[in-house]
């Protein structure tokens, strides 16, 4: 859903189908698309100059062949002196040239390969170049299937470094640095949007430099010593990440302009109906809990809109923040709503609520209603007889109504859609927004995702909370697990078991669940539940009920557990395969026990054997329960996509910027863009005029549009 149709011209020829690029053919054309192309759009000219190297191989020449590096990728210059092709019937031996300069010899060796063919690219007594890596083998040099051979002709083209590409099947690195060269001859001069100084201070190059620079390499850059670090940015990169990291703060600052331009209305009152219900909980606030309330009154007494995002790890504490800011709103007569992503975790919340509401009218609405009930509900809504409604996904159809409607608070944000934020905020005018998350968001990608909202952070825990024993074992000691687990459950724990995330497909998990219960009630008899996400809603209900009176004891579970789910008493965490959970979802898994008074436990269960990045991250929740650490573990391991979950959803995004190495620049393109909109809103000087150019060559251009809208 982009709008193309205010495009600058001069984009115009970067945005034409790669196809149309000189050079390719049928048979090259559905390769480009398979690398390039997306479901929605076919690939253009920018996704190949976008698409950049991973890598550079240099192909300098060597001055001799004593001095040729061992498995290094070289150029040298020999002699052909002797052809040994395969002896009759010998298998599957190879052709072997020996080639030799003044100061020794290597062998070239090729398999498979025809001998006319051999012989004619390597005559008898000719001098040529060779690329490739040298090995030892029986104590002689050797090359097995040079990447290049060439005459003097053919040296004088060879450029000093050649990039490599991820490639796809049948379109090799050469053949896409190829069409990134033929795309670099459609790049026009654009027009500068960076600013000049911080250019030069930077030594950066222009875009279209920096473009040229990483197709057409003249230097390799350094590799680091450690695979697991990022590579170090080249100024052509570092550039170009800034460029995009740019475009996005700048679209998010976009935003964010035009919702704070929309006055908001003051939604706090003179805050003795917060007080009293603070002097009503059972706890008093953490230090963190009491500072986020007072941003949160902050902002809704001011008359402008709030858009707050409240991170805090699981157990931090969010559902009494989200109780009193809502309580602000009702204090200012106004109506307030939450409203959670799972019917589980409605119902949770709201039986939560309601001995810590005091004298606040709260009612549930969930799909479940029934239809007396829902029109019941929907008629005091809109009367202003409930003060704070708490639901799922129901609480945003076209057919509820609010009275008047002043903050609106959503639980697990990252369960929702963007789209579902914006239908809520349909539903009132100047509707204040407070966004909870448990999960722990680097702060790097907190900026990129949530780069329009003000953030709060609840990084303290009640007191009182136990430190969880986390051990890993081999799934092969899964006798060992099932006979402590029964010694545990005779001394009154209670045991959550996550079965493995076998595919992406809820069937495959609820069989592997469905199995394991089997075989746990052949143990423990009928202390054992099932619970999983195919259920119907009441018998989820049901079986979640019956764990937390204790009615059974182990609760068998596919990750339908994950998210906010309270049973203090549930004080051992078993994980199976748990190589195969992202961290930071084993971290939520890990948040269901150690709630209470009593020690916890969690047991990471995995099938080996480990690979290095898997046992890492096995470590690393074995050495920490801090959340924000875990979750950068997370990100520098797997990389952001998988961190969000937006990975097939396509969110992630970046195609130059690497969050993993130019995180750092992220927060400079924050304050770039926020400075850039409060200097010029409507982006009309000439820098601004240039930025547009930006956001439209980064296809944010819906950006724009706000720009004129509101
Ligand atoms: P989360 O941030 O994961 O949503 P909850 O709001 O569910 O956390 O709180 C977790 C538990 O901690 C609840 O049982 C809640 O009553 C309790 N709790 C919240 N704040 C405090 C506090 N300041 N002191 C003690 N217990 C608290
Ligand atoms: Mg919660």
Not at 51 to 60: D, E, I, N, Y
Not at 377 to 392: F, P
Not at 532 to 543: L, S, W
């Amino acid at each position: 859903m982009t709008d193309t149709s205010l495009r600058p011209s001069l984009l115009d020829p970067l945005f034409a189908p790669a196809r149309t690029l000189p050079g390719v053919g049928p048979k090259v054309a559905p390769l480009i698309e398979k690398l390039l192309g997306t479901p929605e759009r076919e690939a253009r000219i920018v996704d190949l100059l976008f698409h950049l190297p991973q890598g550079g191989v240099s192909r300098r020449l060597v001055g001799s062949v004593a001095e040729a590096p061992v498995g290094e990728p070289v150029t040298i210059g020999v002699t052909v002196v002797a052809h040994r092709p395969p002896t009759q019937g010998a298998g599957r031996r190879p052709h072997r040239v020996v080639t030799e300069d003044a100061t020794g010899e290597v062998t070239l060796v090729f398999f498979g390969m025809p001998r006319a063919r051999v012989e004619k690219m390597l005559p008898l007594g000719a001098h040529r170049y060779v690329s490739g890596k040298i090995d030892v083998w029986e104590g002689m040099r050797q090359m097995v299937h040079p990447s290049r051979i060439m005459d003097e002709a053919g040296l004088a083209d060879l450029p000093a470094v050649e990039p490599v590409y991820g490639a796809t099947e049948g379109l090799t690195s050469r053949a896409i640095n190829k069409l990134a060269v033929a795309a670099l001859d459609k790049l026009a001069p654009l027009p500068e949007w960076q600013d000049p100084a911080w250019l030069a201070k930077n030594r950066y190059p222009t875009f279209a430099d920096a473009l040229r620079t990483e197709h057409r390499p003249d230097d390799v850059p350094p590799r680091p010593a450690d695979p697991l670090q990022p590579t170090p940015g080249t100024p052509s990169r570092r550039r170009l990440a800034y460029d995009e990291l740019l475009a996005s703060q700048l679209a998010l600052a976009l935003t964010r302009a035009r919702q704070r331009r929309k006055a908001g209305r003051v939604n706090a009152g003179d805050g003795r109906l917060v007080a009293k219900l603070t002097e009503g909980l059972p706890f008093g606030l953490t230090g963190a809990q009491a500072r986020a309330v007072q941003e949160i009154r902050a902002d809704l007494a001011a008359p402008r809109r709030m858009l707050r995002l409240l991170q805090g790890d699981v157990g931090s504490g969010k559902t009494a923040v989200a109780l009193l800011a809502m309580a602000s709103a009702v204090e200012a007569g106004r109506q307030a709503v939450l409203m959670a992503p799972t019917e589980i975790l409605a119902r949770q919340h709201f039986e939560r609520l309601a001995p810590l509401a005091g004298a606040l009218r709260l009612r549930l609405m969930t799909g479940r209603d029934r239809a007396a009930e829902r029109r019941a509900t929907l008629a005091d809504l809109a009367a202003g007889e409930i003060d704070i409604l708490v639901g799922t996904h129901a609480v945003f159809q076209e057919a509820v109504t609010f009275h008047d409607l002043g903050l609106a608070v959503v639980d697990e944000q990252h369960r929702f859609g963007v789209h579902q934020r914006l239908a809520l905020g349909a539903k009132g005018e100047a509707v204040d927004f407070l966004v909870m998350t448990a999960t722990p968001i680097p702060r790097t990608l907190a900026l990129t995702f949530f780069g329009d909202m003000d953030v709060s952070i609840l990084d303290e825990k009640p007191a009182g909370r136990q430190p969880i024993r986390t051990l890993t074992l081999s799934t092969e000691r899964l006798d060992e697990v099932v006979a402590g687990l029964g010694r545990a459950m005779a001394q009154g724990e209670r045991v959550y078991w996550i079965c493995p995330l076998v595919e992406e497909s809820e069937f495959v998990d609820l069989a592997a669940a469905a199995e394991r219960f089997e075989d746990l009630k052949q143990h423990f008899g009928e202390g054992v539940g099932l619970i999983h996400g195919k259920m119907p809603g009441p018998e989820k209900d049901a079986a979640m009920a019956r764990f937390a009176a204790g009615e059974t004891t182990l609760l068998v579970s596919t990750t339908v557990v994950e998210v906010g789910v309270d049973v203090p008493e549930a004080t051992i965490m078993v994980v199976e395969h748990a190589e195969r959970f992202g961290l930071a979802q084993l971290h939520q898994l890990r948040g269901r026990v150690g709630r209470g008074a009593k020690a916890s436990s969690c047991l990471l269960l995995y099938r080996g054997p480990l690979g290095q990045v898997s046992r890492a991250r096995l470590e690393m929740m074995r050495e920490t329960e801090d959340g924000f650490r875990i979750a950068e573990a997370d990100l520098k391991l797997r990389g952001e996509g998988e961190v969000l979950g937006t990975r097939q959803s396509g969110l992630a995004a970046f195609r130059l910027a690497r969050i993993e190495g130019d995180g750092d620049l992220l927060e400079t393109a924050r304050d770039d863009a926020r400075l850039i909109v409060e200097r010029d809103p409507k982006l009309e000087t000439p820098r601004g005029q240039a930025l547009r150019v930006l956001l439209y060559l980064f296809e944010r251009e819906a950006a724009i549009r706000l720009i004129g809208a509101g």
